[in-house]
């Protein structure tokens, strides 16, 4: 029995006739283009030219130029991805949850723009952050080279083979799945990009910043877990509308998707005990300092009482010899 048969409220996507995604697929190298000269104006003569200087004064004119170049591309993949939420929510939920919006359902009433040419502009952008990253940033892990590769090749992919003369059958439930792929990486990345700025602002916030690296890889976790129940029950909901080749490549791509998404929970976990582990540090240092300081107090106030006994003596003994009618010197020389 087909897996189509076997459910007997079948989710909108499994059934509806998606049509062409967009007019603007084939220019999509135009608009990946304009949103990575755009990335570079930006970078270059606003957060460099002068607006990072007067947010974070000396906190970024004292990094090295490594940590500045990361400094500024969280910055621009952290506001981009915010803005892909905010303009994609809409067309994404529609397209992928809803029976009868399309790619070709118009974005707002008796609008030329379609729900499928807004995903298309925001798939090129979340693309255009990683090819940025790619080639600002000066040091990346191999994990992260290898998810932003594949999430450029895929992305374009799935637009590619929308086209003709190769328009694929099952092109546009790929597109859909590249953009669940891509709803939950500007949800659950994008407090990660607000950790590591906050990392860069209180260096030695260390009790903060454990809080703030631990959420952020419960998030991401999360976030790994949720990406894998969606797409796994849409691929399972439209089994029956994928070609062998997509049934088997897809759970492969997700698979190396939700490695490299492990691999960063993992390495915020380190990063939430490398914060613990500078805290317990400084509140070691903070009560061996305390103690030193009472000590140091404690053997301040014997000497203080010590010079005070001496100072009395000394006094009771002039004024026993003042008393006495004797001269100071001779009370000193002559016993009495």
């Known amino acids: 029995m087909e897996l189509l048969a076997r459910h007997t409220h079948p989710v909108p996507l499994s059934t509806k006739s998606l049509g062409p995604i967009s007019t603007l697929a084939p220019f999509s190298a135009l608009i990946i283009s304009i949103v990575l000269v755009i990335f570079f104006l930006v970078r270059f003569y606003v957060l460099e030219g002068f607006l990072i200087r007067r947010l974070y004064g ?15 591309n969280h910055h621009i993949a952290g506001v981009t991805k915010l803005i892909i939420l905010i303009v994609a929510a809409y067309p994404f939920i529609s397209v992928t949850f809803c029976e009868g919006p399309s790619f070709n359902t118009p974005f707002v009433h008796d609008s030329i723009v379609t729900l499928g040419d807004i995903l298309v502009v925001v798939s090129q952008m979340l693309i255009g952050i ?107 909901s439209t089994w029956d509308r994928w070609r062998l080749a997509f049934k088997v490549v897809t759970p492969i791509l997700h698979v190396a998707f939700s490695a490299a998404q492990i691999h960063g929970s993992l390495v915020f976990w380190r990063m939430y005990r490398q914060q613990k582990r500078f805290q317990m540090e400084a509140d070691t240092e903070a009560r061996e300092n305390d ?45 009495c």
């Open 291 to 335: 103690i030193k300081a009472e000590n140091e107090g404690s053997v301040n106030d014997r000497q203080s009482e010590s010079r005070s006994g001496q100072s009395v003596e000394e006094v009771s003994s002039s004024l026993v010899t003042v008393k006495s009618g004797v001269p100071v010197v001779d009370a000193v020389e002559r016993p």
């Open 58 to 72: 000396p906190t970024y004119t004292q990094m090295s130029e490594l940590n500045r170049r990361g400094f500024i």
């Open 130 to 236: 990683y090819i940025f990253e790619l080639i600002y940033r000066v040091k990346l892990s191999p994990v992260a080279v290898m998810h932003h590769i594949g999430t450029i090749f895929i992305g374009q992919a799935a637009i590619a083979i929308s086209l003709r003369p190769l328009r694929e059958p099952d092109s546009y439930i790929e597109f859909v799945l590249c953009t669940v792929w891509g709803a939950f990486d500007a949800v659950f990345e994008l407090f990660p990009h607000v950790a590591i700025v906050l990392y860069r602002i209180f260096p030695n916030r260390h009790q903060f910043l454990g809080n703030v690296f631990l959420f952020s890889c419960f998030s991401t976790a999360l976030g790994t877990a949720a990406e894998t129940v969606v797409t796994m029950w849409l691929f399972a």
